[in-house]
């Protein structure tokens, strides 16, 4: 079964921590992205990626980078968590030049 | 205004109804259009998927596509409590950057 694993399903970190949020895929697809979903807000495009080392802008991509060193894996890095960045992490993936999405199970992570 | 408007709900439906969610897009770029369906504290998960205008069946679910509206439908028929969850539309452009709206909550009761 294919599939797009998050490393962890909750999280909780403290106020100014650097945190790595992992995402492995195991299609061999070539676009990955980072998104954000919160209560009224939706799906919030974070960060996107069509290859390996590329890495583009979504959205709100204030306060976090991406890092994509292998195909198969897209870590989203917060520099110093903060309390509004408490939220459900989805990271998905797709082939390139398709547009269904596979997803993750998400990753809660809770600021404090 | 979004580019992509969805009623959060939520649709509360006894079982065995049809239900029907929409949504309403601005871009008329847009040519795929896609339905997710996401259940508490999952990933979304696609669940149908389209292009231009028209409807698409499969099994109880049934999306139409008006693109002279820029209306996006659901249906479900013969709705059951497996099929509570959170509908979420999304419209692309051929540039594999999807566009979601915010979803719409759907309840089904036995």
């Known amino acids: 079964d294919v599939k797009v694993t998050q490393s962890s399903r909750y999280l909780v970190k403290r106020t100014g921590e650097k945190v790595f949020l992992e995402c492995v895929q195991d299609?061999?697809?070539?676009?990955m992205f980072w998104y954000r979903q919160d209560p009224g807000l939706g799906l919030r495009l974070i960060y996107f990626s069509y290859d390996v080392k590329m890495k583009e802008k979504g959205d709100i991509p204030e306060g976090y980078s991406v890092s994509r060193e292998k195909k198969e894996r897209f870590s989203l890095i917060l520099e110093s968590a903060s309390t509004n960045q408490t939220s459900m992490y989805l990271c998905?993936?797709?082939?390139?030049?398709?547009?269904?999405?596979?997803f993750g199970s998400g990753t809660r992570l809770t600021v404090v | 205004q979004k580019e992509v408007e969805q009623d959060p709900g939520p649709l509360s439906v006894p079982e065995g109804a049809i239900v029907s969610l929409n949504c309403t897009y601005s871009n008329s770029a847009f040519q795929y259009f896609m339905w997710y369906r996401q259940y508490s504290r999952k990933g979304p998960e696609l669940l149908m998927y389209t292009y231009s205008s028209g409807n698409k069946e499969d099994g109880r679910f049934t999306a139409q596509v008006d693109k002279s509206s820029k209306y996006i439908s659901l249906f479900i028929r013969d709705s059951q409590p497996s099929d509570s969850a959170t509908y979420l539309c999304a419209t692309d452009n051929a540039g594999n950057m999807l566009t979601f709206g915010g979803g719409t909550r759907l309840m089904v009761k036995p």
């Open positions: 998905a993936s797709s082939f390139a030049g398709e547009n269904g999405y596979t």
């Open positions: 299609m061999d697809h070539e676009n």
